[in-house]
């Protein structure tokens, strides 16, 4: 910690002075630094706001699983807070103590997110939904955003070269998506997304040509004048 939670002295300082003296001071610190969160350091500050949202979040699945209760004799829509909470008590878990995992911490929230879909199924007694349609829906997202994620990392040159490819992948992603809940309804048929897919690449395409023929980074503020 960086303040004593007993006088609010600073951890680090070395006391000097009488002891009527400290006391005053320390006083006046306690007053002063006992609450003052900017001299926390990061993960100090990641462990607090891992904490505080705890705190909501299990305060407000209390409540409602409380007046559910109260009303129904039993629980029926407090079923839906509960899974809601823990599914981002989890993911906040994730960003709190593995951003640094960047790979393993995605696993974790797609198999979240999946469980999440999953479980909504059980409450409403229709498993299927979540399992056919849900789950392959936020596996193919998942997928596009680590691509789009991979690809800035690897990418040297960084401008509106980024917009294309988001808008590409934007594209292939709606591609995949039509296919899923197509395949989902009997009948695969693509519609609207090779429409969307053919506007995208033409923007991308000119995108990527003004980058790359500058053959320099291209301010994004100024080529838009922003």
């Known amino acids: 910690m960086n303040f004593c939670p007993l006088c609010g ?34 993960p100090q500050r990641e462990k607090l706001f891992w904490e505080l949202s705890g705190i909501i979040l299990l305060t407000g699945m209390i409540v409602t699983s409380i007046i559910d209760f109260l009303t129904t004799k039993t629980l029926t ?26 790979v393993f ?31 392959p829906l936020i596996l193919s997202t998942y997928f596009a955003i680590g691509v789009f994620i991979t690809t800035v990392k690897k990418t040297k040159q960084k401008g509106i070269n980024l917009i294309a490819f988001f808008l590409l992948l934007s594209g292939v992603l709606c591609i995949i998506i039509e296919t899923i809940v ?39 503020k100024r080529f838009f004048h922003i």
């Open 182 to 220: 197509s395949l989902h309804l009997g009948a695969f048929k693509l519609i609207w997304s090779p429409i969307l897919l053919v506007s995208v690449f033409s923007v991308a395409v000119i995108l990527l040509f003004i980058h790359y023929r500058l053959k320099k980074v291209t301010d994004l």
């Open 77 to 102: 829509w407090s079923k839906y807070t509960l899974a809601i909470g823990l599914y981002l008590f989890i993911n906040i878990s994730l960003l709190s103590f593995m951003k640094n995992k960047a």
């Open 105 to 135: 911490m995605a696993f974790l929230s797609f198999v979240s997110t999946a469980l999440l879909l999953l479980t909504i199924d059980y409450i409403n007694n229709n498993m299927g939904w979540g399992l056919k349609l849900g789950v």
């Open 9 to 42: 002295e600073k951890a680090e300082k070395e006391q000097t002075g009488s002891v009527n003296s400290v006391n005053a001071n320390n006083q006046i610190n306690k007053k002063n630094h006992t609450y003052d969160l900017t001299g926390l350091t990061e």
